[in-house]
C-alpha cells in the first residue's frame, strides 16, 4: 500500500517537472525558429549593405571589372514577369476557387482540389521545363512571357486554395439571407459572397506573388536573362532572383557583393509583401 | 384525400398560404410529415415546438428555401394564394421575392452601409434604382421596421456597426424593401435581449396590418403575446393548430398542453 502511495507520489513529480519544461522546451524551439530567421537576415544585410546603393537599383549591370553597376533591369523585369503571372493566374485561380468552394457536384471539387495539391506539390523546375517545352522550345528562343507563364502555374495551387478558404470562411448565413431576397445561387456568390470573402482573396495572392518572387529553377530556361533594358515579354529577360544566381555561381568578387545586395532586396520585397498580406487579412477579420 | 387532415383557419380569414400533404426531406431523414396547414391574410401565425421537431424546415419549406441545401427535397404542395410555389415552371428566386424571411441571427451583408443593406432585395436583377426612388424605399423601409429614427442619421455605416437588435430590424427592413406578401421569421429573437425582443414583438403586430406573418420561435411566451395563430409541431407532426388563446388555455391534445404547461421541450 505505501508502495503504491510512493508511486503516486512520484508520478506527481514527474508530472511537475514535466509540465514545468514543456514551456521552456517550446520556448527553445521557437527561438531556434526565430534565431535561425535572425541569423540569414543579419548575414545578408552584413554581406548586401556594402553594394546597396541608388546607383543598384537603377542601373544596368556594369561589365567584370568595371565597378558599380545594378540591378534595374532584373528589377524590372521581375515586375513585368511577375505582374504578367499574377494577371493570368488570379482571375482562373480565383474563380476556380469559388468553384470549389460553391459548387455542389462533390466528385468533381474533391478532383479538382485533388489534382490542385498535386500541381501545388511539383518541383518549380519540372514546372519551368513544362514552360520550355510549350512556349520556348516552339518558338526557339527565351522570353519573359514563357516565365510568367510557368510563374502562373506555380501561383494558381495557391491562389485556388486561398480564395476557396475566403469563400468559405464568408458565414453560410450571407449566402442564404442574399438567396431568401431572391437572388440567384450564382448572383448571391458573387455579389454577396466574394465581396465579403475579398479581403482574403487578395491575401492569397500577395502570397503567391511573394512566393515567386524567390523562385529561380523555372527562369533558368524560360526567361534565360538579359544584359538590357528588355520591356518586351517577347525576348528574354533579366529577372532579379536569376541575376543573383548568375552572380553567385560567378568567380567575381565583386559580383559576389551584387548577389548579396540582390538577395537582400529580394528579402525585402518578399517581407514588404508578406506584411501587405496581413494587413489585408486584418482587415478582412474586423469586418 | 390532401384536403381531409387539412386544419382551417375559422371564421371569414381568407387563406394566404397553405401546405397540403407536405412533407421534407433532408437524404434518406424525413423531417416533415405530411402537414397541412392554412395561414390566415394580415395575421402573425406562430410555429412553437422543441428543438428538431421541424419548425425552421416547415418555414423553409414555405420560400423554397429548404431545397438551397444539397439533397433536400419536398413532396406536397405549398399554396400561394392558391397557387402551388412548386408547380412545373415556378420560379424559386420569384417566390421568394413574395414571401420574405428574417433568419436567427441577424446577417447584414457585411460589406454594405445600413443604406445599402436595405435596398440590396431591390438591384438583384441588374436594374438600377434612382437617387430619390432608393430614398423613398430605405426610408420606408427602415420606418416600417422601427429603425429610421435610430439610423437616419447614419445610412453611410456599416450595417455590421449596429447593435444586434438593430441588425435584426435591419434584416426586416431589407426584407421589407422588396415588398413581399409574406414575411418568415425563424426564431428573429432568440439572439437578442429581452428590450429588443419586445421591439420586435411590437412590431410584428404593426406589420400584420399589411403582411401575413410565420413567426418560428421555441419561447412559448413569445407565441402567446405575439400570435393570432399558433402551431404546434412534435416530431415532424402538426399535432394541434388554432387560434393562439384556444392553443395555451385549452389545448385539445394532451402533447399540446404537456408542452405549453412546460411539461417538456
Known sequence: MSGAVVHRARSAALWRLRSAAAPWLCACCAAGVAGALLLILGYVVREGLGAFSLSFLTELPHPVGVAGGGVGNGIVGSLIIVGLAALMAF???????IFLASSGWETLVDLVRYLCDVLASIPSIAIGLFAYSLLVEPFGHFSGFSASFAFAVLMLPLIIRTSEAAMRGVSHEIREAAIALGAREHVATLRFVLPAAWPGVVTGLLLAVARVTGETAPLLFTAFGSQFWELNPANPMAELSLQIFTYAISPYRSWHAQAWAGALLLILSVFALSVLARLFLRRSARS | MFASGAVTVSGSMTVKL???????????????HDINLDIATNSVTAVIGPSGCGKSTLVRCFNRMHEVVGGARVEGQVLLDGEDVYGPGVDAPAVRRRIGMVFQRPTPFPTMTIEENVVAGLSLDGNRLSRTAKERVVERGLRQAALWDEVKDQLGKPGTSLSGGQQQRLCIARALAVEPEVLLLDEPCSQLDPI?????????????????????????????????????????KLVEFGETNQIFTNPACRETEDYVTGRFG
Request: aromatic letters at 8%; proline letters at 2%; a neutral charge.
Open chain 1, 91 to 97: 482571375p482562373v485561380g480565383t474563380l476556380a476557387g
Open chain 2, 18 to 32: 397553405a401546405c397540403r400533404g407536405l412533407s421534407a426531406y433532408f437524404g434518406q431523414l424525413r423531417a416533415l
Open chain 2, 196 to 236: 429588443s425582443t419586445a421591439r420586435i414583438e411590437e412590431l410584428l403586430s404593426e406589420l400584420a396590418a399589411d403582411y401575413t406573418i410565420v413567426l418560428v420561435t421555441h419561447n412559448m411566451q413569445q407565441a402567446a403575446r405575439a400570435s393570432n395563430f399558433t402551431a404546434f409541431l412534435l416530431g415532424g
